[in-house]
C-alpha cells in the first residue's frame, strides 16, 4: 500500500471510524484534520432523486445544502445520482463513499466554489453534460444563480484545501478535474482516470495570473487506457507529480503554459505503441523560464521527457504536506488499487 492508504485501510473497523481518513492525507492539501473531530454532522443519503430548487431530506444534495458547518456524508446502499444541476459543495465537506458503488452520472456534477476543507472519496463520475444556467440551492440553504456550466466532473474555483482521492472518472463532455480562479493547496491522489481526452486543467488561463499561487499535488493516479491529454496540463502556477502510473497517451502526458513549475517525479510513463512518445508538451515552445524536471522517473516502449529550466523546484512542502516519494519501480503496485474501492463488509478495505 502506499502511504496514503496504508494510513487507515489496514483497520478492518475502518467504518467504526470514517473520520480517520481525514488523518491520512499528504501533499499540499495537508491533513484535513478540520473536517474531523467535535460539532460533524454525519448524514447518510438514502435517496438518489435530486430536486436542484428544493431537495429532499436523504438526499445528497440536501446534505450539502441544508446542513450547516461540518458534515461528514455516506451512502447507505449502492446508488446512481443523476444531478439535474450541478451540486455545490460547502466548506468543511466530506463525501465519503466508501462501502457502497455511488455513481454520479448523466447530468450535473461537481462544483466546489469558493470554499474550503473539502474531501471527495470513492465516487465514480462519469458522463457529466453541460447545464444550462440557472439557479440552485447553495451552501446554507442560498439560492445560487449560476451561468452556463461546461461538463466537468469535479471542477474547482477559488477554492482551498480539496483532497480528492481514490475516485474513478472517466466519459465526462469537458475536463475530469479542473483546478481554477484562484484555488490552491489540492491533493489528487488515488484515482483512477480513463477513457476520456482532456484529464486535468490546473490553472484557469494564460491571462489569469492569481493562479501563479496554485500548488497542487498529483499523486498515486492511474492514467489509462485512452486517455489523451493534460495529465495534467499546469498554467501559472506549481505541479508535484509523483508516483503515477501513465498507461499511454495520444497528444502527451504533462503539459502547460506561462511558464509553469512542474516536478515530475518517480513516475512509470509507458509510452503508446503509436503516436507520441514525447510525455511533455508546452504551448510557447521551449525556454530557459520553464521549469519541467524529471527526477528518478521510469520510461517504458521509447517514452522520453524534454526537461527545462534551471532553477530548482523542489516541493514547498511544510511537516503536514511531505511523505516519502516511492521508486518508480514500485509504481505499479502503488496504484494497483486507484480508483473507487470495492469495501467488503467486516474486512479491511
Avoid at 68 to 79: L, S
Avoid at 145 to 157: E, F, S
Avoid at 209 to 223: A, R, S, W
Wanted: overall charge positive; aromatic content about 8%; glycine content about 10%.
Amino acid at each position: 500500500m502506499n502511504v496514503i492508504d496504508r494510513c487507515w485501510r489496514w483497520n478492518p473497523n475502518w467504518r467504526g471510524n470514517r473520520q480517520q481518513l481525514a488523518n491520512c492525507s499528504v501533499g499540499f492539501a495537508g491533513k484535513m484534520t478540520n473536517n474531523m473531530g467535535r460539532g460533524v454532522t454525519n448524514y447518510k443519503v438514502t435517496d438518489p432523486s435530486d430536486n436542484p430548487l428544493n431537495p429532499k431530506q436523504g438526499t445528497l444534495r440536501y446534505g450539502v445544502s441544508k446542513i450547516r458547518g461540518k458534515v461528514w456524508i455516506t451512502f447507505q446502499r449502492d446508488m446512481r445520482i443523476k444531478l439535474e444541476k450541478p451540486l455545490l459543495l460547502s466548506s468543511f465537506t466530506a463525501i465519503d463513499g466508501r462501502g457502497a458503488s455511488v455513481h454520479i452520472a448523466g447530468g450535473g456534477c461537481l462544483l466546489i466554489h469558493e470554499v474550503t476543507n473539502v474531501i471527495i472519496h470513492g465516487i465514480r463520475i462519469h458522463h457529466c453534460r453541460p447545464q444550462a444556467a440557472g439557479a440552485v440551492m447553495g451552501p446554507e440553504s442560498k439560492m445560487v444563480q449560476l451561468g452556463p456550466i461546461d461538463g466537468d466532473a469535479i471542477r474547482l474555483v477559488g477554492s482551498s484545501k480539496v483532497w480528492i482521492d481514490h475516485n474513478t472518472l472517466y466519459e465526462c463532455q469537458d475536463g475530469l478535474i479542473d483546478v481554477t480562479r484562484g484555488s490552491t493547496h489540492v491533493t489528487i491522489s488515488n484515482n483512477w482516470f480513463r477513457n476520456h481526452d482532456k484529464v486535468m486543467l490546473l490553472g484557469h488561463d494564460d491571462s489569469f495570473k492569481q493562479d501563479k499561487n496554485m500548488k497542487v499535488t498529483v499523486v498515486f493516479n492511474h492514467f489509462g487506457p485512452d486517455c489523451n491529454q493534460r495529465m495534467p496540463r499546469v498554467r501559472h502556477g506549481y505541479a508535484h507529480v509523483a508516483n503515477n502510473l501513465y498507461k499511454g497517451w495520444q497528444l502527451y502526458a504533462i503539459g502547460g503554459s506561462m511558464n509553469p513549475s512542474i516536478k515530475s517525479e518517480a513516475n512509470l510513463f509507458i509510452a503508446p505503441k503509436s503516436e507520441n512518445k514525447e510525455v511533455t508538451w508546452r504551448q510557447d515552445g521551449i525556454g530557459t523560464t520553464w521549469n519541467f524536471k524529471s527526477v528518478r522517473d521510469v520510461f517504458e516502449n521509447g517514452a522520453s521527457f524534454s526537461q527545462t529550466g534551471t532553477r530548482g523546484i523542489k516541493p514547498p512542502y511544510n511537516l503536514q504536506q511531505s511523505f516519502r516519494v516511492a521508486d518508480a519501480r514500485s509504481v505499479r503496485s502503488l496504484t494497483r488499487s486507484s480508483g473507487a474501492l470495492r469495501c467488503p463488509r467486516r474486512s479491511r478495505c
